[in-house]
């Protein structure tokens, strides 16, 4: 407090209003009491079958997405009958949709003590514990002492790749036999050969855990390489990894520690649960790198005013900001960056353009996406390069690689020391077999995303040369700051 306003403050005689006299004490105990009192009056006078009918009108309401109506029926269920955790299981869903994550974990605390064998309970909790310290932290965020300014002259060359999933053990007999390096031996002289490489890490690096996405082996889509196969990521040059993904929870919790703890003993620095931001130094430059995903249990894509005020506060502690997001639907079908949201079997996958909009506005200086297992189109923004969906690059042995689906890409980036994009360009690779990733001379990503950028973005497109040569179009918008 400034000393003049400590001095007026104190020869006041007027009573300081946020100091609690015994007599406010005393009066906020009684009238609390009364409130249990006349709570617990409310639970005898309401009647079983009423009970259960708000539960049901609650839960309706919520597989509605009504969550106004859900919340307002299952509070009363509570209130009713503060033992019944499947109101209170409920409505702290109810509360994580409208990201009222203090709400749902005070709810999903008091399951733990009345049904600790609750399915999921643990998923439950991890995430609403994350998003709710990660709302907490930057609701009291403030900017600390400005960094000094970079070096003149310094930049960085970051080099990135779309998904990555070099093996499975389950199902059974779904690891490369030559083992896991096996997979990008080919094209590791791509990964090497920069300041900063970056991975999208397709399922967690993992010996344990246990799945329940399984219904049955031939349609199980649940990933777990083996911890071991960190080691071949190092190898190959990769310096960061995004976990933010629908594969990361696989195997529940236990696996998400294990990939962390792995990528940890190797070196890779990464981002995924909930306020976790990856800070590397390169060249005189500190680069923060935030991944994010359309689940609350990462850095939640559909939050977007949590997932703005992160990448703010990382933008004022960090000299170069990437943002990694894995959204939109899947498949041949999923080739175009729709305006709006996209779907995939009734989820919500994100508004990627306003995403992407949104975060290069809060301070991102290369935005890179990857999940629709295709390539997309690629759209400069505040001359802030944004690449939709790099597809898949090295995804052995449960992954649908015909067509497009089979072509993948290293994207080049090269910013300067103020975060403008100065050179990039597109690697082109394709996977063969099982899915060995190669370098493709026909350079067919290249082609692909030249096109679809001319469909999806022909005012705001990036220009992509026959070479994968990148570069921003006149009528692109210079980037923040840069305006006279």
């Known amino acids: 407090m400034p000393a003049a306003l400590s ?32 709570a617990a009056a409310v639970a005898l006078q309401v009647p079983e079958s009423e009970v259960q009918a708000r539960y049901a009108r609650g839960l309706t309401a919520l597989q509605a997405k009504d ?44 399951v733990q003590r009345l049904n600790p064998q609750q399915p999921e309970l643990e998923t439950a909790l991890t995430q609403a514990r994350g998003q709710a310290a990660l709302q907490a932290r930057l ?31 389950v199902p059974e007999g779904k690891l490369p036999p030559e083992g896991g390096g ?24 993992c010996d344990n855990g246990i ?28 310096d960061v990894a995004g976990t933010a993904n629908n594969h990361s929870g696989d195997f529940g919790e236990v696996c998400r520690r294990e990939t962390e703890a792995s990528l940890d003993a190797h070196g890779i620095a990464w ?68 305006a709006g949201r996209e779907l995939f079997f009734g989820e919500d996958r994100g508004d990627l353009r306003a995403f992407t909009h949104a975060v290069v506005d809060a301070g991102a200086h290369l935005v890179i996406g990857h999940g629709p297992h295709v390539a997309r189109a690629m759209e400069f923004y505040q001359g802030r390069l944004i690449a939709y969906s790099m597809g898949n690059f090295a995804t052995y ?48 990503v290249i082609k692909q995303v030249r096109q679809l950028t001319r469909d999806d973005f022909p005012e705001t497109g990036a220009q992509v040369a026959e070479d994968g040569t990148l570069s921003p179009r006149a009528t692109s918008l210079p980037a923040v700051g840069s305006m006279p």
């Open 271 to 338: 981002s995924g649960p909930p306020g976790t931001v990856a800070t590397m130094d390169r060249n005189g430059l500190r680069i923060g790198l935030v991944a994010f995903h359309t689940s609350a249990s990462c850095n939640h894509l559909n939050d977007l005013p949590t997932a703005t005020a992160l990448v703010r506060s990382v933008a004022a502690t960090h000299d170069i900001v990437v943002v990694s997001f894995h959204g939109g639907a899947e498949g041949g079908k999923a080739l175009h960056v729709p």
């Open 182 to 205: 096996s997979v990008i031996a080919n094209v590791r002289s791509l990964l090497e050969d920069a300041d900063l490489t970056f991975v999208n890490l397709e399922g967690p690096l």
């Open 67 to 110: 969550t106004r109506t859900a919340i307002g029926e299952l509070s009363s269920c509570v209130a009713a009958s503060p033992s019944r955790a499947d109101c209170r299981w409920e409505l702290g869903w109810a509360y994580s949709l409208e990201n009222r994550w203090a709400e749902a974990l005070e709810q999903w605390t008091h």
């Open 211 to 238: 799945t329940t996405k399984c219904r049955s082996p031939k349609h199980c889509y649940a990933f777990r390489s083996p911890t071991s196969f960190a080691q071949f990521l190092q190898e190959a040059g990769v």
């Open 7 to 38: 001095s007026a403050a104190a020869e006041s005689p007027v009573a300081d209003p946020n100091v609690l006299t015994a007599e406010d004490v005393g009066r906020i105990a009684a009238e609390a009491g009364i409130a249990a009192l006349r």
């Open 139 to 169: 609701a009291h965020f403030a900017d600390g002492t400005p960094r000094p300014p970079p070096p003149l002259g310094a930049k960085v060359r970051i080099r990135a790749t779309g998904d990555v999933m070099l093996g499975t053990t």
């Open 397 to 444: 042995g449960r992954f649908n690689l015909k067509g497009p689906q089979g072509l993948g890409m290293v994207l080049e980036v090269e910013l300067d020391r103020e975060g403008h994009f100065t050179t990039g360009r597109i690697l082109p690779t394709k996977q063969v077999g099982e899915g060995i990733t190669l370098p493709d001379p026909a350079g067919g």
